[in-house]
């Protein structure tokens, strides 16, 4: 009877280690998963509406500019000027509401923007050297809606709808005479950004 008594009590010290290593390991697969669910939720709100009003102000000085080389330059510079309002905002608000950058929904939201902005960079060189300059509104309102849509499929629901109205007046830029350029850039870069940052700001805590 005593090694048998013995026997069980081996069995139950072999036993425990596995249990406790199956609940780390389930531990582990829910908290993965919870993480993979989450929404990215640092996409700045307040961030948008000065990007918005930065791009309502390079609409301006764009549309009077004599040559289109110096045009371009105008909205590259607003283009570098808004990249660092969104990063230095989305890194501002990610303390607020204690997401980490390195997150996985960051993670995927970042890989979801990135490839049509550098498809809109690749394809702003082609039309640069052919001189093309045209259609460079239509290209950079379509791809950046592009990169929005796909980005904020891990975000929150706003984000995406942003994405598709750029798209649409990468459409209606189509249609267009070349001279509504600016216009519709400034509704886009500049409009939609300052009401979808209004919304995202009063929703989504900034």
Do not use: C
Not at 146 to 165: E, K, N, Q
């Amino acid at each position: 009877m005593a090694s048998i008594h013995k026997l069980k009590e081996e069995e139950r010290e072999d036993q425990t280690p596995s249990l406790h290593g199956r609940a780390m390991d389930n531990l582990e697969f829910i908290r993965d998963a919870m993480e993979r669910s989450t929404e990215f939720t640092a996409v700045p709100g307040y961030g948008g509406v000065l990007m918005g009003a930065t791009a309502i102000g390079a609409s301006v000085i764009a549309s009077i500019q004599p040559t289109y080389r110096t045009w371009l330059l105008t909205w590259l510079v607003e283009a570098v000027l808004a990249f660092s309002i969104g990063l230095l905002m989305m890194w501002q608000k990610s303390k607020l509401v204690e997401t980490s950058l390195n997150s996985t929904p960051a993670k995927k939201f970042a890989l979801g923007f990135t490839p049509p902005l550098v498809a809109g960079i690749i394809l702003t060189g082609l039309l640069y050297f052919n001189e093309l300059f045209r259609f460079m509104p239509t290209v950079w309102l379509t791809l950046y809606g592009t990169a929005v849509v796909s980005g904020g499929a891990y975000s929150v629901r706003a984000v995406p709808v942003l994405g598709w109205l750029f798209i649409a007046l990468g459409t209606v830029s189509i249609v267009l005479p070349a001279v509504y350029g600016d216009w519709l850039m400034g509704i886009g870069f500049g409009g939609l950004h300052i009401i979808f940052g209004l919304i995202i700001a009063r929703k989504y805590g900034g």
